[in-house]
């Protein structure tokens, strides 16, 4: 790193001064609750050995994996007829499993609604396994602003899966319910990705025909390394995935398995089942879904009555994203946007601008995950407040 640039520039994620309480913002790995955290600490003061130790076959992790399988399922209210897993691979495992489980040949046809970076990202993998038809979700500039509307012409009923993501992290567009299929497509199984949005609203798994759903745990609910992967059981079976698809992305094998095909993330495992409890304990999805309705619109509140000192990407307000808040500063002026990142980052707020790998990016984030709490962002409002004011 050269040594004569500001280390919020460049997206450190460390105090300026010790003094300094951190608040982080990052799209991910996010922070975990603090509850969450103390949790995680106190285990290490109990008798025994904790998960970092167990063997995945022993009794003692069996008890673990049950215990935070069962929660996710309350949380989210998983029917019987799912699957629970926790994968390997992270999100980009899946852009390459969902495509290898749920399509037997390469001519097996997958429609992709590509309207950000990560749905960019998961059809061009897909591509290498599957035959992909792409609804473009670019608006008339060619930027990723919007969702695009789900018709009959664009979809092929004889798709296998329509695969879209729930909250696209780096353009900030959610759907904060899943969008319907016309009527002559609600046979085809929605694939989605959530993994920036998951445990913050309902899922209606059975009305909204979800094949498959999956959550890279770094964002919403734990630590990297493992990956949630919820399955319904039609996918599931003797000659339903490609004969390519490598066992450690194969759902029925693992499923078969117990999830214990290979060594999972143990550790991580754990921590999400504290994730889970922690939720239940704080009212669950309802009060979740409450907390980031309240938490995002400080933030798009702050940004919509700038008269225009700051901007946000997305128009349509019912599509704006609770958990990312893209903004920029008079347009995105450079000189402007380092004081903020400098200022702000000596009060402790910290994540706003990070490395992706599709670069900087014109937009500063505020990514508003399980472990942000509602004083935290009112904390971020403020001080965009402050800013606006002294600019
Ligand atoms: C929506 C979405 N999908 C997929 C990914 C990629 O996940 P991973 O880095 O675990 O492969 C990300 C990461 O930011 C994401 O936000």
Not at 33 to 39: L, S, T
Not at 43 to 70: M, V, Y
Not at 108 to 130: I, K, P
Not at 352 to 374: K, M
């Amino acid at each position: 790193m050269n040594a004569d640039i500001h280390p919020a520039l460049v997206g450190s994620l460390s105090a300026s001064n010790p003094s300094v309480r951190l608040i982080n913002f990052s799209p991910g790995p996010a922070s975990l609750p603090k509850a969450v955290e103390r949790e995680i600490a106190a285990s290490f003061n109990k008798p025994g050995l904790t998960s970092l130790a167990l063997s995945h076959r022993s009794p003692e992790f069996q008890k673990i994996l049950d215990h935070t399988i069962a929660s996710v399922r309350r949380v989210m209210d998983i029917p019987d007829d799912y699957a629970v897993l926790f994968t390997h691979g992270g999100g980009h495992g899946q852009f390459a499993a969902v495509p290898l489980n749920l399509c037997r040949n390469r001519s097996d046809l997958a429609t992709y609604v590509v309207n950000g970076t990560w749905t960019q990202r998961a059809r061009d993998e897909a591509q290498r396994y599957c035959t992909v038809q792409t609804i473009d979700g670019r608006d008339s500039a060619g930027g990723y602003t919007t969702f695009p509307e789900l018709s009959e012409a664009h979809i092929d009923a004889n798709s296998k899966y329509l695969y879209m993501c729930s909250n696209e992290t780096v353009n900030g567009i959610e759907n904060h319910r899943l969008p319907k299929l016309p009527e002559s497509r609600r046979h085809i199984p929605l694939v989605i990705d959530a993994s920036s949005d998951f445990t913050t609203k309902p899922i209606d798994w059975h009305g909204d025909r979800v094949g498959v759903l999956f959550a890279c745990a770094s964002k919403n609910i734990g630590h990297p390394g493992a990956t949630l992967t919820v399955i319904h059981r039609d996918f599931l079976g003797p000659d339903k995935a490609s004969p390519l698809c490598p066992g450690v992305f194969n759902y029925t094998t693992n499923v078969e398995a117990g999830n214990l095909w290979n060594t999972p993330a143990t550790f991580n495992i754990e921590v999400i089942g504290y994730l889970m409890d922690w939720l239940e304990r704080e009212g669950g999805v309802a009060e979740n879904e409450r907390r980031c309705i309240a938490k995002s619109r400080l933030i798009y509140d702050v940004i919509d009555n700038s008269g225009g000192f700051y901007g946000t990407p997305v128009p349509n307000k019912a599509l704006r994203s609770r958990m990312n808040v893209p903004f920029n500063i008079k347009g995105g002026d450079e000189a402007l946007t380092d004081e903020f990142l400098i200022t702000s980052w000596d009060e402790g707020i910290i994540g706003l601008r990070t490395l992706t790998p599709f670069g900087v990016g014109d937009y500063l984030r505020a990514s508003l995950y399980n472990a942000v709490t509602e004083e935290d962002a009112a904390f971020l409002a403020d001080f965009m407040q402050r800013f606006a004011s002294r600019n």
